[in-house]
């Protein structure tokens, strides 16, 4: 038993004792891992530098954006360019000859249009201008292509409408004339004419154009006429007004149908029944040998179509059928009133009385404000109806809607059959040939864009293609997005036809370049007491800072424009920058890509642009 409880004990030593001789080499082991032996501290840092090289360097700018139109134009219908009687009339497009899409040349029909509505109306309104200008003309004595230039201080001067006698003339010098006041009549009196009333009986057979025999009653004499109208239709006619002939009438009233009362006519009350036959009115129409005045009464006779072969006058008389009631010349077959047309004070009268007159001769010349004002008035009225015409006229020109610009067709929304109104937009073109990029680049990028800064561009949809552009626009301020400040740039793109607004573009945008240049790494510039440095390594392994002025700079290096000197070695980091169980492998690597390849550590240095590095002990802390 007491064997077994010592055995025990020992091993229980034993085993405390190997737990205290681990632990005590292991601490041994973590000291020599973190403190470097005597002779390293004793030779201080290692360092990892660069050279001080001369070369090129570009700065660049990237930003990403989706292209849009740069210039485009709209397709609208048609609208008028003055005032349109009837209101604004409306469209149909009858063919659309696009699609979206199209690339189209300037001046190339889109769509064709339809106006029934417009057609009509200038139609209409021409021929309102035509005889308005020809009525002003008329009015003033002058050729309607005259009528614009027409002065309406002259006055107006009324002329004869045919040629023929004047009657009635009521005009005299200084009196004045009111608007609408007939001033003559104008009287062809080469031609008469007469009704005459045929019973049911006398007017079968005739026909209009069959020839009448007249003798008048006041000479000897048979003048032939021609039947112009004839009313198929009788009508009820007094007794008493079917035209007695002297001899006494073929109808006559019965016995004791005239009144016998003194002073009694048709209808008064103490006349006698009246009665009525039927009658045919019959128009004819003759020449005048120069006897025949209008009241003359005469016998009518018709010539039947067998009969009128025969030349001799007494034969044919003979076997004329003679109406049973005279007829009496009711004027001349052509008479026309000279009406003043405005307010004016004769200054002449051109003729007289019965005198013989042209179409065209002048009757009356009027003056006076009144005549100047109504002049002036129909005038403005004229060119008022001609913009009205013109503004029509322009949209009928119009119906073919054609491609304002060349480009590409980028919406369009019209069919055919649609109704389309004046003005309304139909879609728009944008032009392939330069489109816009607008980028959103950040405020520690955008002091290194300037305008006209050349830019690469390359789009999403056509791997493998770079445009040519430049920036035409730079923000003057920013705009906060999600806590980053961000200022807009316009970037011009010398398109092509395969682009698209609304593709998404990625712009490289050169912020400047210079060749044969000190470059040094970034990761050799540190910012101390406001002032740009570096540590350049001595020849006998000392550092010593050195201000520097910079130029440009990339991701990679920077321009030293003052300072150093071709050759020199900057450190870029040093063993003072880490943990002391790591080991700087070379002293001498130039540039991070090499750091990296060779094994050098840098990690205890700032290589952001701008920032402060950790310093080696005792150099400036």
């Not at 201080?44 to 989706?66: E, M, Q, W």
Request: aromatic content about 4%; glycine content about 12%.
């Amino acid at each position: 038993m007491l064997r077994e409880g010592m055995g025990s004990s020992v091993q229980r030593v034993l085993a405390i004792v190997l737990i205290v001789a681990l632990a005590v080499a292991g601490g041994y082991y973590a000291f020599r891992s973190l403190v470097p032996p005597p002779a390293d501290q004793a030779a201080g840092p290692l360092y990892a530098t660069a050279d001080v090289v001369r070369g090129d360097i570009t700065v660049a700018v990237d930003a990403s954006g989706p292209l849009s139109p740069s210039s485009g134009g709209g397709i609208q219908a048609p609208f008028p360019r003055g005032p349109v009687r009837g209101g604004m009339p409306s469209f149909i497009v009858d063919k659309v000859l696009v699609q979206e899409g199209d690339a189209v040349r300037m001046g190339q029909p889109l769509l064709q249009l339809v106006a029934p509505e417009l057609a009509s109306q200038v139609q209409t309104l021409a021929a309102e201008i035509e005889a308005d200008r020809q009525d002003l003309a008329d009015l003033l004595g002058i050729p309607p292509e005259a009528v614009d230039a027409a002065n309406p201080a002259q006055g107006v001067t009324l002329r004869a409408p045919i040629s023929g006698r004047i009657s009635g003339l009521r005009a005299r010098e200084g009196e004045e004339i009111q608007q609408g006041q007939i001033v003559a009549r104008i009287v062809d009196d080469s031609e008469w004419r007469m009704t005459v009333r045929l019973s049911p009986l006398e007017f079968q057979g005739l026909k209009p154009d069959d020839v009448a025999l007249v003798r008048f009653t006041q000479f000897d004499s048979v003048i032939e006429a021609r039947i112009t109208d004839m009313n198929p239709n009788p009508i009820p006619t007094p007794a008493s007004a079917l035209g007695a002939c002297p001899s006494g009438p073929v109808l006559r009233p019965p016995q004791g149908s005239e009144g016998t009362g003194s002073g009694g006519g048709e209808g008064s009350p103490q006349a006698g029944p009246t009665f009525y036959q039927f009658a045919h009115l019959v128009t004819i129409q003759g020449p005048n040998p120069g006897l025949i005045l209008p009241g003359m009464t005469a016998y009518v006779g018709f010539l039947p179509r067998e009969a009128q072969d025969v030349q001799d006058p007494l034969q044919r008389a003979a076997r004329a059928r003679w109406a049973g009631n005279c007829a009496t010349v009711e004027g001349y077959a052509r008479e026309e009133r000279v009406i003043s047309r405005t307010n004016g004070i004769p200054t002449q009268v051109f003729v007289q009385e019965m005198q013989k007159v042209k179409a065209g001769d002048p009757i009356v010349a009027l003056s006076g404000d009144e005549t100047q004002d109504a002049i002036e008035k129909r005038l403005r009225e004229l060119q008022q109806k001609e913009t009205e015409l013109e503004a029509m006229q322009s949209q009928l020109d119009q119906l073919t809607i054609t491609a304002p610009m060349d480009g590409v067709v980028s919406e369009l929304r019209a069919q055919a059959g649609q109704r389309i109104e004046p003005g309304e937009w139909l879609g728009s073109i944008f032009h392939t040939s330069n489109m816009d990029l607008w980028v959103e680049v950040d405020d520690a990028d955008v002091l290194k864009v300037r305008p006209d800064a050349p830019v690469k561009v390359t789009v999403d949809a056509l791997p493998g293609q770079t445009f040519e552009g430049r920036v035409t626009q730079i923000a003057m301020a920013g705009q906060n997005q999600s806590g980053i400040t961000v200022f807009r740039v316009r970037i011009q793109v010398r398109g092509g036809p395969d682009l698209r607004p609304g593709m998404q573009a990625h712009a490289h945008i050169e912020a400047g370049s210079a060749r044969g240049v000190l470059l040094v790494p970034l990761e050799a510039v540190f910012e101390e007491d406001g002032q740009t440095k570096v540590e350049v390594l001595q020849p006998d392994g000392t550092t010593k800072v050195v201000p520097v002025e910079l130029g440009l700079m990339n991701d990679r290096v920077a321009e030293v424009r003052r300072g150093l000197e071709e050759g020199q070695k900057v450190v870029t980091g040093s063993s003072a920058d880490v943990l002391p169980s790591q080991r700087i492998q070379s002293r001498d690597l130039l540039l991070p890509g090499q750091q990296e390849r060779e094994g050098g550590g840098t990690s205890g240095r700032d290589g952001e642009r701008g920032g402060d590095r950790p310093a080696p002990p005792g150099s400036r802390r």
